[in-house]
């Protein structure tokens, strides 16, 4: 009796002290959740194309970016660790942010995308190629794409991507030249371009 007793209470300090643990990890330092400062400007823009849509109130409340280091190798530039209930992190790969060769439209749009699976909860528009599936997440995507559980957006007519959402960056000239549709097409305003047999030239003009 004495015994079971004794690991009674040995059993509740353990789970004590697990729970403080638990706890004090939590317990977030609103420092750790700060989006960081050189992020702000794109996703200052990203509000101002969401036409009212989304406020920085609602991006603070749900999801926050920082750059840091990537593994070695990996051709990942940045992404969104989903945590249902907690607050969402987004990581941007700190040496593709840092390459001088990187555009101002490629950081925009990588922080777009990754906001899109974040903020707005929207999957890729394509699958991810079979040598880049490296997640359980991937895998499973690829999988649904394969069971047409997700829509696969197509190109538009002149060969740029359906969505800011595809897995892979967009070239400056896509993001330029269908900005305003890119935009559209993220925030669910229209319904993504669907090609047709005989493509009327307002058609392109439009996307
Ligand atoms: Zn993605």
Known sequence: MKKLAKIRVVVSQAMLLFLITTLSCSTLNPKDIETDKVVKIYIQELIDGSNG?????????????????????????GRCHYQPIFIKKITLNKDWWNNRYVTQHERFQVIAHELGHCFLNRPHTQPTDKEDVSSPSAYLENQAFKNGLITKIPDLPDGCEGSIMHPYTLSDYCIVTHYTYYMDELFGRIKFYTPTKKEPQWILKHY
């Not at 409340?61 to 920082?66: A, E, G, L, W």
């Not at 990537?70 to 051709?75: I, L, Q």
């Open 53 to 77: 849509t989304v406020t920085w109130e609602d991006i603070n409340q749900n999801v926050f970016i920082k750059i840091e280091k990537f593994e070695e190798n990996t051709k990942a530039v």
